[in-house]
């Protein structure tokens, strides 16, 4: 099993961008969440999700959307980046409210 | 919205030392975690607790639910257990809410 997997891992974006992180998970679990980490913070949660076509907001969502058609895959989207939405981005899956597993994150740079 | 307090901030520490970090939370939580992000950046899952105490390995974790607090110790450390050790809880549905992490450096 390759576990809880993202893409893509590093990206750099001007200011105003588009794109959408892919995680995929292969454990049939039905939580994922998406997550920042920036220096001197600890990770805050953006979006979750409890199930395939269910999604909510978590901490920190403006700025993001999120969408879960498929079991495996949550996508999380930036419609307009900004310089502050440079973060390493983590996704992690839980089979139910348990043991997180995390994906490797992804380091995002808005210039 | 649960507060999450480490201590301390940063430990370095010879090898085969004791080591204790902990973890205090504001608001009363269904769960307890203790996460290990390695240099590399990947993040583990060490522990889940809700009570008591649980042991794997070198690593113990305890929890004191009428106290809000918890501690994460490891004993005769290694080298190889330098890395940033976070404790995270569970209010509800949510997903999990983080301290800062403690930064772990184990001298040879």
């Known amino acids: 099993n390759a576990g809880v997997t993202q893409t893509p891992k590093f990206r750099v974006l001007k200011t105003g961008q588009s794109m959408t992180l892919l995680c995929a998970q292969d454990?049939?679990?039905?939580?994922m969440y998406w997550y920042r980490q920036d220096p001197g913070m600890g990770l805050r949660l953006i979006h979750y999700s409890v199930g395939e076509g269910t999604t909510a907001k978590g901490e920190v969502p403006d700025g993001y959307n999120v969408s879960r058609l498929k079991k495996q895959n949550f996508l999380l989207g930036l419609e307009s980046a900004a310089p502050s939405q440079t973060s390493v981005y983590f996704c992690a899956s839980s089979f139910n409210r348990d043991t997180q597993y995390f994906g490797p994150g992804t380091r995002l740079t808005v210039l | 919205k649960n507060e999450v307090e480490q201590s301390p901030q940063n430990l370095t520490a010879q090898e085969g030392e004791f080591i204790t970090i902990n973890c205090s939370y504001s608001v009363g939580i269904s769960a307890l975690h203790w996460l290990q992000q390695h240099p590399g950046g990947g993040i583990v899952s060490l522990f889940m607790?809700?009570?008591g105490k649980k042991k794997h390995g070198r690593l113990i974790a305890t929890i004191n639910i009428q106290e809000k607090h918890s501690s994460l110790h490891i004993t005769a450390s290694h080298p190889r257990d330098s890395a940033v050790y976070i404790c995270a809880v569970r209010g509800g549905a949510d997903g999990l809410t983080f301290g800062k992490g403690t930064h772990l450096i184990i001298q040879p």
């Open positions: 454990m049939n679990h039905e939580y």
């Open positions: 607790l809700s009570s």
